[in-house]
C-alpha cells in the first residue's frame, strides 16, 4: 500500500515570508512518481510539479522550488518570498507504476498581507 | 481547447436512486481517473483507467462502478447512492499512465454531489 504523509495541515505566513510543505510518500515500489498540484480557492486544481523517483535533482521554477530525497522519501516545496496570491490548498500525490496514485491530506496555506 | 468536462456540476439527489456522472476528454488521452474530495481527507482515487476496456480500482471503489468503452469518456456510476457518498468528485486524465511514466493529469471542473 502506498501513505503520502504531508506534515503541515495549515500554514499561515505574512506576505514575503518563505514556506516550506513537506511531504513523505511511503512505497515498496522501487519506481515511482510524485507530483504537487495547487487548488485555490476557486477549486481547480493545478499541475504544478512531476518528478521521477530516478531523479533526484532539485528544481526551480521561478519563487518555487522542489527538494526530493529518495534516502527519506520527502519531496517538500518551497515558496520564496510568499504573496497573497499563493494562498491554496496545496496537495502532495504519488503514483506507483501501475497506475495508481495516492494523494496527501492537503496543506492550507494562507499568505497575509 | 484542451479540457475534461464533467456533467452535471452540481447534483442533489436521494439514497437509493441510481446516478451517472459523466467525464469526458478531448486531449485523446489514455489514463482516466476518477477522485472523491473530502475535508481533511485530501482527494482520493476511486478508480482508474489505464487504456480503453482496462479499469483498476483505487483506494475508495466501495459503491461506484466505472467503465471505459471509448477512449474520450469515463462515467462513474453509483448504483444506490448513499449519504456517505456525498463529496466533491474530480476527473482526471493523462497522456500515459503507470509504466508509460505518468504525465501531468488535467483535472475537470468537479462535480458536487449531495445525497439525502
Known amino acids: 500500500a502506498q501513505k503520502v504523509t504531508q506534515a503541515q495541515t495549515e500554514i499561515s505566513v505574512v506576505e514575503k515570508e518563505d514556506v516550506t510543505l513537506d511531504c513523505v510518500y511511503e512505497?515498496?515500489?522501487?519506481?515511482?512518481?510524485l507530483f504537487w498540484y495547487k487548488q485555490p480557492p476557486s477549486g481547480e486544481l493545478v499541475f504544478l510539479i512531476r518528478?521521477?523517483?530516478?531523479?533526484?535533482q532539485n528544481e526551480i521554477s521561478g519563487r518555487y522550488s522542489w527538494n526530493f530525497q529518495k534516502s527519506t522519501s520527502s519531496f517538500n516545496f518551497t515558496i520564496t518570498a510568499s504573496q497573497v496570491v499563493d494562498s491554496a490548498v496545496y496537495f502532495c500525490?504519488?503514483?506507483?507504476?501501475?497506475?495508481?496514485?495516492?494523494f496527501g491530506q492537503g496543506t492550507i496555506l494562507t499568505v497575509h498581507p | 481547447e484542451a479540457q475534461v468536462t464533467q456533467n452535471p456540476r452540481y447534483l442533489i439527489t436521494v439514497t437509493g436512486k441510481k446516478l451517472t456522472v459523466t467525464c469526458s476528454q478531448n486531449m485523446n488521452h489514455e489514463y482516466m481517473s476518477w477522485y472523491r474530495q473530502d475535508p481533511g481527507l485530501g482527494l482520493r482515487q476511486i478508480y482508474y483507467s489505464m487504456n480503453v476496456e482496462v479499469t483498476d480500482k483505487g483506494d475508495v471503489p466501495e459503491g461506484y462502478k466505472v467503465s471505459r468503452k471509448e477512449k474520450r469518456n469515463f462515467p462513474l456510476i453509483l448504483e444506490s447512492p448513499s449519504p456517505n457518498q456525498t463529496s466533491l468528485y474530480f476527473c482526471?486524465?493523462?497522456?500515459?499512465?503507470?509504466?508509460?511514466?505518468?504525465?501531468?493529469?488535467?483535472f475537470g471542473p468537479g462535480t458536487r454531489l449531495t445525497v439525502l
Open positions: 500525490a504519488g503514483g506507483t507504476s501501475y497506475g495508481k496514485l495516492t
Open positions: 512505497t515498496r515500489d522501487t519506481t515511482y512518481y
Open positions: 518528478r521521477n523517483s530516478f531523479d533526484e
Open positions: 482526471a486524465s493523462s497522456l500515459h499512465g503507470g509504466r508509460r511514466s505518468y504525465n501531468e493529469q488535467f
